[in-house]
T-cell receptor, first 112, second 112 residues
Framework: ELKVEQNPLFLSMQEGKNYTIYCNYSTTSDRLYWYRQDPGKSLESLFVLLSNGAVKQEGRLMASLDTKARLSTLHITAAVHDLSATYFCAVVYGGATNKLIFGTGTLLAVQP | DAGITQSPRYKITETGRQVTLMCHQTWSHSYMFWYRQDLGHGLRLIYYSAAADITDKGEVPDGYVVSRSKTENFPLTLESATRSQTSVYFC???????????FGPGTRLTVL
């Protein structure tokens, strides 16, 4: 059974600081997604990581994937208040269907 | 409207009643998905569909029924609603030639 664990579940950080969110998964998968969700809103796609060693960056966020370690990281550089949201990783299973197993999410609160 | 829409956006119903949540997408994506989101669980897949008239169970299908007579619509029915089905429901779609999965705005369902 594929399980996805994120940590931390809650992260309070100050503006300007750096931090990393971790996403571990239990069985083989070579594709992983990161989503952002604002309160009361839908999910916004941030990154799709398609292979081992993939690294993608957008603004202050950088995501990487290590399929051998079954680990993805979402690194936040010099956090700003606008990054406050819940972040989810989701691991692909089910072949071509591209079904997703989601982590429980990390609630990020960036304090001024 | 272009994209993926869900209706209703909010619904309150009583235990034992039948409820249908609608999902409509304008992209003609062949894959469509239904998720529920609950605190502490992230999103969990209820049902998915690879094409019209092709549906299959996800992680948590019990108590739900789906149909897909047209590519653009994927309704989710709770045949006899229970309080444990109080949740936020998200519909999503994906083109088989693309990796990204697009999410609808969600339906907040409360079962009293």
């Amino acid at each position: 059974e594929l399980k996805v664990e994120q940590n931390p579940l809650f992260l309070s950080m100050q503006e300007g600081k750096n931090y990393t969110i971790y996403c571990n998964y239990s069985t083989t998968s070579d594709r992983l997604y990161w989503y952002r969700q604002d309160p009361g809103k839908s999910l916004e796609s941030l990154f799709v990581l398609l292979s081992n060693g993939a690294v993608k960056q957008e603004g202050r966020l950088m995501a990487s994937l290590d399929t051998k370690a079954r680990l993805s990281t979402l690194h936040i550089t010099a956090a700003v208040h606008d990054l406050s949201a819940t972040y989810f990783c989701a691991v692909v299973y089910g072949g071509a269907t591209n079904k997703l197993i989601f982590g429980t999410g990390t609630l990020l609160a960036v304090q001024p | 409207d272009a994209g993926i829409t869900q209706s209703p956006r909010y619904k309150i119903t009583e235990t034992g009643r039948q409820v249908t949540l609608m999902c409509h997408q304008t992209w003609s994506h062949s894959y469509m998905f239904w998720y529920r989101q609950d605190l502490g669980h992230g999103l969990r897949l209820i049902y998915y569909s690879a094409a019209a008239d092709i549906t299959d169970k996800g992680e948590v299908p019990d108590g739900y029924v789906v149909s897909r007579s047209k590519t653009e619509n994927f309704p989710l029915t709770l045949e006899s609603a229970t309080r444990s089905q109080t949740s936020v429901y998200f519909c999503a779609s994906r083109d088989p030639g693309m990796w990204e999965q697009f999410f609808g705005p969600g339906t907040r369902l409360t079962v009293l």
